[in-house]
């Protein structure tokens, strides 16, 4: 089952895919969804703050944000056709349609996006799957914790609901720990408004 997005992370996931999409060059849908776990993961980590609060699953080629997976193969892209569109050149690439606006983005927001871009930039996609899949991540962490990644490796199972648990990058007595919840509780109340 999908979740839903609220307005305001529907117009920072758009921006962002319009800046990632004019800085890392080959920009596909599996760069695009291994980037945006890079964003949540670095952001947890160096602020304690989530970059957009969404529920990333275990699914059997990564992390995945099931509304964001859906859109990127929906050519019309309903939630995203007016930040980014299909390449002429390429229909597995996406273009900007639209300028980047910076209106939902803290500071720290865009540090983190210009770090991971700078470490994406001359990145394949299955670099940043071997990133994301390797043997310290969140995703194996939790693939292994709950037998799926044999299912993965033979083919058995591809998605699941199980979440990545972001709370394992920080120590549960730092600052930071406390920000993270006090963050996923505001962005959960921030969610449940209706505008």
Not at 53 to 76: A, H, I, M, R, S
Not at 89 to 108: I, M
Not at 126 to 140: A, P
Not at 168 to 191: C, P, T, V
């Amino acid at each position: 089952m999908s979740t839903a997005l609220s307005k305001s992370q529907i117009e920072k996931l758009g921006n962002t895919l319009v800046y990632l999409s004019k800085q890392v060059g080959d920009f596909g849908k599996t760069k695009a969804l291994k980037l945006l776990f890079l964003l949540e993961e670095n952001s947890i980590k160096k602020y304690g703050v989530p970059f957009f609060g969404f529920d990333f699953k275990v699914w059997q080629y990564g992390p995945v944000v099931e509304t964001v997976y859906n859109e990127l193969n929906d050519p019309n892209a309903p939630l995203l056709n007016k930040f980014i569109k299909r390449a002429d050149y390429n229909p597995d690439e996406f273009d900007a349609v639209s300028d980047f606006n910076d209106d939902e983005f803290s500071n720290n927001d865009l540090t983190i996006l210009n770090e991971v871009v700078n470490f994406a930039r001359h990145k394949t996609a299955y670099d940043l799957v071997q990133i994301t899949h390797g043997k310290n991540s969140l995703w194996r962490a939790a693939a292994e914790e709950n037998n799926v990644l044999e299912q993965f490796k033979n083919k058995t199972l591809t998605v699941t609901d199980i979440p990545i648990d972001f709370s394992k990058l920080l120590e549960k007595e730092s600052y930071l720990f406390g920000r993270y919840e006090d963050s996923l509780e505001f962005i959960q109340f921030n969610n449940s408004l209706k505008y």
